[in-house]
């Protein structure tokens, strides 16, 4: 993976809405993303001990929204069952997005650019590293995971406000991964609550 050609992105606007799945006790918090500085991701390496940066992760639709929590159990792929997680309930928050630099990993180009795949981007992340027993971990890279590696880079990459990818539950379906420190002047995240009126905006 070339990291360092991050820089060499092409970057677009986007705009439209996506989707978030959340227990229903935090709507008064739905775009919270503080946790997430200190809770690894895919492509953040944060700890308790190490904080990294912070990043809102949203879906292309509803189905995949519910599998990214493991609200939805088993396979989305076509001819695989799947069936609801009766666990905990579930509500989808719909986010209206207004960016103007995003990077789009699902286009061919971009990956050859930086030289990674889509089996790449949508691997097994959390096992990486524990099957490197003797990981070397120099700043900024506090982890030997590709994918943390890459949004490290992305994040350190000047006027990149996001990302577009391939969701791990649902690889033919999209994430989009949000910078909420890097919004630029008029971008902007939002989720209203129909029922209260009331709305919440990122940063």
């Not at 705009?15 to 503080?34: D, E, K, N, Q």
């Not at 991701?41 to 940066?53: K, L």
């Not at 009766?86 to 971009?110: E, K, T, Y």
């Not at 539950?169 to 002047?185: D, E, G, T, W």
Request: hydrophobic share 40%; aromatic share 8%.
């Amino acid at each position: 993976m070339r990291r360092a050609r991050c820089r060499q992105l092409a970057l677009r606007p986007l705009a439209g809405t996506w989707f978030r799945a959340i227990r229903p006790h935090f709507f008064p918090t739905a775009l919270s993303v503080g946790h997430t500085a200190t809770i690894p991701g895919r492509f953040n390496a944060g700890s308790v001990t190490r904080p990294g940066f912070q990043v809102l992760y949203l879906a292309e639709d509803h189905m995949v929204a519910l599998f990214e929590v493991s609200a939805l159990l088993g396979s989305a792929l076509p001819g695989q069952a799947f069936l609801p997680n009766p666990a905990h309930p579930w509500a989808i928050v719909n986010v209206d997005v207004q960016l103007s630099r995003v990077a789009d990993l699902c286009g061919i180009r971009s990956r050859r650019l930086i030289e990674t795949t889509i089996q790449e981007l949508t691997g097994d992340w959390r096992g990486y590293s524990l099957r490197t027993p003797t990981p070397v971990r120099r700043a900024p890279y506090w982890t030997n995971v590709p994918t943390q590696k890459l949004g490290t880079a992305l994040h350190a990459t000047p006027n990149i406000e996001g990302f577009l990818t391939y969701s791990a539950r649902v690889p033919s379906r999209r994430n989009l991964i949000i910078f909420p420190s890097k919004l630029r002047p008029g971008s902007s995240v939002r989720f209203t609550d129909v029922a209260t009126g009331g709305s919440l905006s990122l940063p």
